[in-house]
């Protein structure tokens, strides 16, 4: 067919663009379809960062950090997991008086206080911090009336809050 | 890049605030178009920023088709005035191209037409026609198979038997 225009011919640009429109799928199946194409996905950082991103089940933090930057860091996370090595150790002094912790939620360890005083427990959140994902250490502490249960899923913002019925 | 004839100015008059251009296709036909909407080109804007400089006029000869060309008038047409973030050489380039519903409709044509527009669009610098072009070819092949991806993009199967089962140049995801 004369008339069928060969698209390997285009510039690079333009099978980029392309292909930046494609999702993880659909870029494995285009790499065996023939060197060329398979060359540009796995030269190209940004399209490479979107099939290893989604390979490990995860979506895009919207991070102000350069695509190479964001590639670096999932493959030096995924390498840690292949691993399972201790990357750091963080020591929470402040936690002492504390019970183990109740549940832990979207990177997020929740506490609850061993003692009461003026009738209130209290309630502590602790985000570990972690560079690979840029997550900032942070520590929130409220109080809790006793006699109230309270449930917190930091995924979702949500604390749950509500009468301990009586025994 | 085309070769760039001198042509009498009275064929190109002036006329209101927008100057006029000649634009020559590959197959020799001379189009007349009012400057400001091709500036969304920035190879034709470059070019008249040229004729400015000179103070000379001439005709500009493009490497492709009057069919392909009308095409892509009729797109700078269309998006005469507007502001399209992507064509703003001073902005930062979005991540991916938006989706205009009229950009969907204007390119329904078929495959081989969408990849002469693209090409079009991307000798003239005109990167939200690039996008859009863009966009529509990788609907036509996301989600299809090896096989069909290779028929839709005219693409042969270069790889040696032993690559095509290696791991790592042949992922089926």
């Excluded at chain 2, 209101?16 to 091709?38: F, P, Q, T």
């Excluded at chain 2, 700078?76 to 973030?85: A, D, I, P, T, V």
């Excluded at chain 2, 991916?96 to 090409?119: A, G, H, T």
């Amino acid at each position: 067919m004369a008339a069928y225009l060969i698209i390997l011919r285009f510039p690079e640009d333009i099978l980029l663009e392309i292909l930046t429109n494609l999702d993880s799928r659909s870029l494995l199946i285009c790499r065996t379809t023939c060197r060329r194409l398979n060359r540009i996905v796995s030269d190209s950082v940004l399209l490479q960062y979107r099939i290893e991103l989604a390979a490990c089940g995860m979506v895009d933090g919207r991070q102000t950090l350069d695509v190479a930057e964001k590639l670096r860091r999932l493959r030096l996370y995924n390498a840690a997991w292949n691993e399972v090595e201790w990357t750091g150790h963080t020591a929470l002094p402040h936690l002492a008086n504390y019970q183990p912790p109740s549940m832990a939620s979207a990177g997020a360890l929740v506490f609850h206080s061993a003692t009461t005083s003026h009738n209130r427990s209290l309630t502590a959140l602790q985000h570990v911090s972690s560079k690979l994902r840029c997550i900032h250490e942070q520590h929130i502490v409220f109080p809790v009336d006793v006699g109230f249960n309270s449930l917190i899923d930091p995924s979702q913002d949500l604390l749950a809050y509500a009468p301990r019925p009586d025994p | 890049m085309p070769t760039i004839v001198s042509v009498d100015d009275s064929t190109v008059p002036g006329e209101g605030s927008s100057r006029l251009l000649l634009l020559v296709s590959s197959d020799n036909k001379h189009i007349v178009v009012e400057e400001d909407i091709m500036s969304r080109s920035r190879f034709i804007s470059k070019q008249v920023e040229g004729f400015e400089a000179t103070s000379q006029r001439h005709a500009i000869l493009l490497p492709f088709s009057s069919f392909v060309l009308n095409k892509v008038i009729e797109y700078c047409s269309h998006y005469r005035g507007y502001y399209l973030l992507e064509d703003d050489p001073d902005a930062a380039p979005p991540g991916r191209s938006p989706v205009r519903e009229w950009d969907q409709e204007f390119l329904d044509v078929d495959r081989n037409m969408l990849l002469r527009i693209i090409k079009a669009a991307h000798y003239l610098e005109i990167k939200s026609l690039v996008g859009s072009c863009a966009r529509a070819i990788a609907d036509m092949i996301r989600g299809k198979t090896t096989e069909e991806m290779r028929e839709i993009l005219g693409v042969e199967n270069d790889f040696t038997p032993e690559e095509e089962h290696s791991p790592s140049s042949k992922c089926t995801g």
